[in-house]
């Protein structure tokens, strides 16, 4: 189990995938449910009227990594699966052709990628990666890691900091807590506190 951040633009009791695709309209991480391990950055999708979700997500497989090689026994899962689910000879032969030979490293984004377009959607693509034990897909925060360079501040990147999440199972999370907008903007001294 590992501890997540959420920004919504939007309040709600649970995580419904029905509702991918009406966040920001970004998907650079594919089809699925979008967390952070970092809260300052969940923060910034958070607007008015919208919360900042703390949820447990239980990993029950692998997170497929978009930025790293994909290993050969992750191909050969994908490969037997693409043959198993009938598609045409021509594009299991194309897969094996690109991506399983030992010529050339090939990226979970590339793949991700081929399946979106091969499936016809992200959503098929997240759909078939689920179906072989995959939680979701993860990739480094690009602004993080711009933060990490510019401020020298490894420490961000350290044990899987600074890494999106995308979750492909609303199932294998729970909202430990939610701030409203409101929540959030709100410090100690306002309205006359102390």
Not at 32 to 43: D, H, M, P, Q, T
Not at 56 to 69: A, M, S
Not at 157 to 178: A, C, P, T
Request: glycine letters at 10%.
């Amino acid at each position: 189990m590992i501890t997540l951040y959420h920004g919504s633009s939007r309040v709600f009791n649970k995580f419904d995938l029905r509702e991918c695709g009406n966040g920001d309209g970004r998907s650079v991480g594919g089809w699925g449910i979008y967390f952070n391990k970092i809260r300052e950055v969940a923060l910034e999708y958070v607007i008015k009227g919208g919360a900042l979700y703390t949820c447990h997500v239980y990993e029950d497989g692998f997170w497929f990594d978009l930025d790293e090689e994909v290993d050969q026994d992750t191909l050969i899962r994908i490969h037997k699966r693409l043959v198993r689910m009938g598609l045409p000879v021509e594009d299991t032969a194309q897969f094996h052709r690109e991506y399983m030979s030992d010529e050339a490293p090939v990226t979970g984004e590339q793949v991700y990628k081929w399946l979106a377009v091969t499936l016809e959607s992200e959503r098929n693509a997240s759909s078939f990666l689920r179906a072989i034990g995959s939680d979701g897909n993860t990739f480094l925060d690009r602004g993080t890691v711009d933060a990490a360079s510019k401020t020298n501040n490894t420490e961000l990147l350290e044990n899987g900091k600074g890494r999106n999440y995308v979750l492909f199972d609303e199932d294998n999370l729970s909202i430990r807590s939610m701030e409203t907008y409101d929540e959030l903007q709100y410090k100690p001294g306002d309205n006359g506190d102390n």
